[in-house]
């Protein structure tokens, strides 16, 4: 590594904002890596990435992304990397109206997705990355009315997700990637209700049992689990015995055990834990005991220590973890001491140290790290220096690396890497020249080579690599 690298700088801080990286020069005279525009798929200023919501997903070493190249509309693109090897997969809806794919999920080496191709509604689709490999996989609600597939899940190589065909409302479904294989799980709710409400992404995979939230019109939104059958999809427990239920969220795997935020209705919303019996389905630790919620969030697994983020009516949202009890669920540290929130936010593991973005209420948003110790909790850098957010966004890891989007205020939203150490945290490339920024989103790590969106003012918002 050049001893010589220095930090750059960055830019304004955007939701929008995304993780990239570059290097600093190799040793023995290799060239040094360098973050690059992979193919302007919307030639010129327009931008082929135009929302927020269009997605990148690694499957077996192949990027798959939604892009809209100015002709076909939004369709189903992959990439090796090479500008050649980054072509449309199929124009599953003809012309330039676009199928708008959505939920990419790798299931043991398929992509699955959801599309519309202008005749059928918005259904099940998968692909192997080839025209003629990319087909429907069921018309749920038969016609034009659109199944809505979401919450895509994979669990030990059978996709879960929940959909509508259109009698049944929103419920439970899994697919073996063929039409007899698609198959509503269970009814949860019967008739056109349906159990799971559009838009809640509450579902995880715990050692091959399906967690979930679902609503059986008697309990409210409480904790499920399935095993893909349907006497094996039961409710795990009713927290909250009053009707509204206790709309569970978060559920994280930690070492084959499952947490969540749940309300039982009298402490608030609180951290929970189970192993799927409802004996075992407990409370961990009132962490707000004066009946407010706590309202845990941002629950994170790191080498088998859930970090999260909550309130105990104090000292504000601030950085916790547990193992499980009550002893041993405490706050890390105080990050803001003014009383006032910290805000941890896009927690990250990267081998086995908890990277995350925070404010300590005189530094701004910056850059933090945790060992799970009060001491060992300080901010990495102050990117920032000028007392404004650098507000690191998109944390990612690759390869034991971490990289994410800043601004320094000089440079604008750029890609960002760090190896933990002030020195080693350094801007990788300033894509766009001046204050404005990139804003690079949607970092994905495909074998050690990361993809992200960037905008280099002059091609609009493009798909990029950084080796």
């Not at 939701?15 to 005279?29: I, K, Q």
């Not at 992959?78 to 990419?104: I, M, Q």
């Not at 749920?140 to 659109?146: D, Q, V």
């Not at 957010?389 to 990289?403: A, C, E, I, M, Y």
């Amino acid at each position: 590594m050049n001893m010589f690298c220095r930090a750059l700088g960055t830019g304004a801080y955007s939701l929008f904002v995304a993780l990239s990286f570059t290097a600093c020069g190799g040793g023995g005279g290799a060239p040094a890596p360098t973050a690059r525009l992979v193919r302007d798929i919307n030639p010129g200023a327009n931008s082929s990435f135009l929302s927020s919501d269009w997605e990148v997903t690694n499957v077996n070493g192949t990027l798959f992304f939604v892009a809209d190249d100015g002709v076909n509309g939004s369709e189903l693109w992959k990439s090796d990397g090479t500008a050649l090897g980054t072509v449309l997969v199929k124009d599953v809806n003809p012309g330039a109206a676009g199928s708008f794919p959505r939920n990419l999920t790798n299931v043991n080496g398929t992509l699955f997705f959801t599309a519309h191709d202008g005749t059928l509604g918005e259904e099940l689709w998968k692909s192997d990355g080839t025209a003629s490999g990319t087909v429907l996989v069921k018309d749920i609600n038969p016609g034009a009315n659109s199944s809505t597939p979401f919450n895509f899940t994979n669990v030990n190589g059978t996709l879960f997700f929940v959909a509508d065909d259109g009698a049944s409302g929103p419920e439970l479904w899994k697919s073996n990637g063929t039409a007899p294989g698609t198959v509503l799980v269970e009814d949860i709710n019967p008739g056109p209700n349906g159990s799971v409400p559009f838009l809640v992404t509450r579902m995880t995979n715990v050692n091959g049992t399906l967690y979930f939230e679902a609503d059986d019109g008697a309990n409210g939104p409480e904790l499920w689990k399935s095993d893909g059958t349907t006497l094996g999809t039961v409710l795990v427990k009713d927290i909250n015995p009053a009707a509204n239920g206790s709309s569970p969220f978060d559920l994280t795997n930690v070492n084959g055990t499952l947490f969540f935020a749940a309300d039982d209705g009298a402490t608030g919303f609180e951290l929970w834990k189970s192993d799927g019996t409802t004996l075992t389905t407990v409370r961990v630790e009132n962490i707000n005991p004066l009946g407010a919620d706590s309202s845990p969030f941002n629950l994170t697994n790191v080498n088998g220590t859930l970090f999260f983020v909550a309130n105990d009516g104090s000292t504000g949202f601030e950085l916790w973890k547990s193992d499980g009890t009550t002893l041993g669920t405490v706050r890390v540290e105080n990050i803001n001491p003014l009383g006032a929130d910290s805000l941890p936010n896009f927690l990250t593991n990267v081998n086995g140290t908890l990277f995350f973005a925070a404010d300590d209420g005189s530094t701004g948003f910056e850059l933090w790290k945790s060992d799970g110790t009060t001491l060992g909790t300080v901010r990495v850098k102050n990117i920032n220096p000028l007392g404004a957010n650098s507000s690191p966004s998109f944390l990612t890891n690759v390869n034991g690396t971490l990289f994410f989007a800043a601004d320094d205020g000089v440079n604008g939203s750029e890609l960002w890497k760090s190896d933990g150490t002030a020195l080693g945290t350094v801007l990788v490339k300033d894509v766009n020249p001046g204050a404005t920024g990139s804003f690079p989103s949607k970092l994905t790590n495909v074998n050690g080579t990361l993809f992200f969106v960037a905008d280099d003012g002059a091609s609009g918002r493009e798909l990029w690599r950084f080796n």
